[in-house]
Every structure is written in C-alpha cells, then in structure tokens.
C-alpha cells in the first residue's frame, strides 16, 4: 500500500470531479475524521488516516484490502470507477437522476435509461457529466454519464437515451465482483 503519485492523484481526482464536483475536497477533509487514497495492486482505496496507520503494521502479503475500492489504474494509466464508490458518490453528488419503478430492473441489468424510464433529474444536468442514479425511494442504484442536457431531454423521443450505464448495484448478482475485487 503506497500513496498516490501526482499523476495519479490527478488522473483520480479529475474522475471524481466529474460526479462530486468540488466535494473532492470535502471528502477528504470530513469532519469526523481525515480521509486519504491509498493504491495497492492498482486499485485505488479510501481509507481513514486511522485505519491506514493500523494497516501499516501489517505486511505487505499479508494484506489483502484496506478501505473502500474507489475503483482501479487501467494499464494505459486511465481510472476507472468501481461501484463500490457509489456510497461516497450518493453523498456528493452533484448530479442526480431518478428512474421510474419500471425502468429500475432495466438499469440494474445493464442497460442505459431511456426517456420513458426518467422520472426526474437534477436541473442543469449539463451533458456528458457525471450523475448518479436513483430510484423513487432515494436508493442508490449506480452512476452513469448524462447522454443529454436538461433541457434536452424534455424534446426528446421516448425511446432516447437520458444516461448512459457505467455501474450499478446489479453488477454483484452478475458476477462481476471479480473485477471489483
């Protein structure tokens, strides 16, 4: 387990900002207690500053993980975001979507939410930024990329995409675990 790098530390906060905007900072620095990011075998972990001082105390292969996986360095040096994150995204973001009790089941299979499925969506939604999803009840589903504005999307045909799947909280039944983890 080792700090990030610059670089890194860039790349991570550069993706986080596009869901949280200028909470990153606010994530870091909560109130009761600091939080810092730690990478360890490519993945990228959340961690309290006490608990990463307790994990120092442990070897290296007899640690397996510490914290929340934010998500994982592609070789090519990209971030990739893990559903795992969506705890600390649902906090905040900036963002937000709502999904119809239909459309829900669709999203947690994959699929992106289509114009019939929104129920609601945060004003000024600007398109391609990052928003995370929810359903009537204010649970948390996943995240995803806004396929169109705002505005946009009040002239848009039934059939067209709103937001666009990158993670949901279905990716545990499908088997995917093995990516997160």
Known sequence: MRPLTEEETKTLFLKLSEYIGKNVERMINRSDERHCFRLMKDRCYYISETQMKAA????????????????????????????????????????????????????????????????RMTENTPQYAGVVVYNMQDIPLGFGVAAQTTEHCQSLEQSGNVVLHQADIGDYLRGLEDEIF
Not at 66 to 73: E, L, N, P, S
Not at 77 to 94: D, P
Not at 97 to 110: C, I, T
């Open 56 to 119: 120092n105390n442990i070897s290296r292969d007899n640690l397996l993980h510490v914290g929340t996986c934010i998500g994982k360095f592609t070789k090519s040096g990209k971030f990739r975001m893990h559903i795992t994150a969506l705890e600390y995204l649902s906090q905040y973001a900036k963002y937000k979507v709502w999904v119809k009790q239909s459309s829900e089941m669709s999203f947690l299979y994959g699929n992106h939410i289509t114009k019939s499925g929104l129920a």
